[in-house]
């Protein structure tokens, strides 16, 4: 079975860091883009980081750019988002997602999700 | 930024109603579109990419039409499990991927 598993999240007091991962299982990690997609509470859809098969193409929201580093380790069939100096508006829950195509590159439609990890910055 | 709106932000529909979402993109994508379908408390699941590929195990009453900046999913009869919000997003710029705000249908 296809399955992404998002960890790491919780309570954390604005300005500080917090690292989610995503483990993935059922298909050859290596072989698709990843990404993370975050929902605040009661609201929409917003796309935060992707990153390609072999980590030389990444992106990031001009919301997070310079703030949050996502990474991932193929031998652990494994994803990651470094975030800090974590923001109020940052609030959301956090979900891995796997891109559409095969090739590895970043595409941009999600086809795979986790049940994602809720991240709560507050004092 | 690529802005995505959809139209209407909300409907109620009866079981078996043909449904009509669009979407409109600020500039032309192509047709990179995706649309998603959210039940409460659930992951997004996708339902089209391309704006018209139906995703694998999909049914078929769903369909998305589309190019450039005006876009459509339709669901020729409404079932039960179709209750839920829909949201289109845009691949056509990276990184700068977005979704539109979405489309809640919900029972008349």
């Known amino acids: 079975e296809v399955q992404l598993v998002e960890s790491g999240g919780g309570l954390v007091q604005p300005g500080r860091s917090l690292r989610l991962s995503c483990a993935a299982s059922?298909?050859?990690?290596?072989?698709?883009?990843m990404h993370w997609v975050r929902q605040a509470p009661g609201k929409g859809l917003e796309w935060v980081s992707g990153?390609?098969?072999?980590?030389?193409?990444?992106g990031y929201a001009d919301s997070v750019k310079g703030r949050f580093t996502i990474s991932r380790d193929n031998a652990k069939n494994s994803l990651y988002l470094q975030m800090n100096s974590l923001r109020a508006e940052d609030t959301a829950l956090y979900y891995c997602?796997?891109?559409?195509?095969?090739?590895?590159?970043?595409?941009?439609?999600?086809?795979?999700w986790g049940q994602g990890t809720m991240v709560t910055v507050s004092s | 930024a690529i802005q995505l709106t959809q139209s209407p932000s909300s409907l109620s529909a009866s079981v078996g109603d043909r449904v009509t979402i669009t979407c409109r993109a600020s500039?032309?994508?192509?047709?990179?579109l995706a649309w998603y379908q959210q039940k409460p408390g659930k992951a997004p699941k996708l339902l089209i990419y391309?704006?018209?590929s139906l995703e694998s195990g999909v049914p078929s009453r769903f369909s998305g039409s589309g190019s450039g900046t005006d876009f459509t999913l339709t669901i020729s009869s409404l079932q039960p499990e179709d209750f839920a919000t829909y949201y289109c997003?845009?691949?056509?710029?990276?990184?700068?991927?977005?979704f539109g705000p979405g489309t809640k249908v919900d029972i008349k």
């Open positions: 997602a796997k891109d559409l195509v095969y090739s590895g590159y970043v595409r941009g439609a999600f086809d795979i």
């Open positions: 059922g298909f050859t990690f290596d072989d698709y883009a």
């Open positions: 990153i390609s098969w072999n980590s030389g193409s990444i």
């Open positions: 500039q032309g994508i192509s047709s990179a």
């Open positions: 391309d704006a018209s």
């Open positions: 997003q845009q691949f056509n710029s990276y990184p700068g991927f977005t």
